[in-house]
C-alpha cells in the first residue's frame, strides 16, 4: 500500500518542507496527502497550499482534547493517511488517537532522547551544559518525547553557543535527519519489540 503522509503542525513548516521535497523527489516513496494546525498562521499551512497540499486550521478553542482529536483522525481518514506525521505539534494527542494510528504517528524533537524532553529544549540543553545535543525522530506514545526512537543525529554545542546558534544548527540536522528517518520507517519493515523500533531491512 502506497504510504500517504498526514502532516500535524503548529510550526513554521520547516520540516514539512524538506518532507514534501523528499517525496517529490522520489528519495521518500511517499505522498504528502494532508496537513493539519492548530494555529491559523503555521507556516505549514502556507507552505502546504504553495505545494498544493490539502491544508486545514482547525480551532481548538471551545473543545475537548478528545472532541479536537476526533476532527483530526477524520479528515486524516478521509485522506486516506495511513502515517501521521509530527513537526513541531505543541498539543499532547488523545488516547484514543495514539490507539488509532498506533505505531504509526512519528515525533521529531530537537533533543538526543531521554534529555531535555518538554518545552525549550535547546535552552535545557544549553542551561544544563552538555557537550552534544541533536535531534530525535520516534514513534509517538501516550507520555510525551518519549515513543520508542527511530533516529537520532547528534549536534556539537559550540563553545560560546546562543540559543538561536544552537537552535539553528539542530534546525538544519532536522531537515536531513526527518527524511531519512521516514524513509527508514517506510522500507525497513519495522517492528516495535518493547521500546526498540527493530528494522527488518536497514538502508540508510
Ligand atoms: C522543530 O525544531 C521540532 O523539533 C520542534 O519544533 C520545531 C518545528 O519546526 N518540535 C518540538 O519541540 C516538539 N516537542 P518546523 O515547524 O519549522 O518544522
Redesign the pocket.
Known sequence: MATRIGVI?????????YIVEAARSGYLPAEVAIVLADQKD???LKIAREQGIEAHFFDPSGLSRAEYDEVLMDHLDRAGVNLVV?????RILSPAFIRHFKNRTI?????LLPAF?????FQQALDYGVKWTG?TIHLVDED??HGPIIHQVPVKVEEGDTHERL?AR??EA??RA?PEALKLFIEGRPKVVGRKVVFEERRS
Do not use: C, F, W
Open positions: 503542525s503548529s510550526g513554521r513548516g520547516g520540516n514539512l518542507r503555521a507556516g505549514a509530527l513537526t513541531g505539534y505543541m515525533n521529531i524533537h530537537p533533543a524532553r518538554g518545552l525549550d529544549a535531534t510525551v518525547d537552535k539542530v534546525q532536522e531537515y526527518y
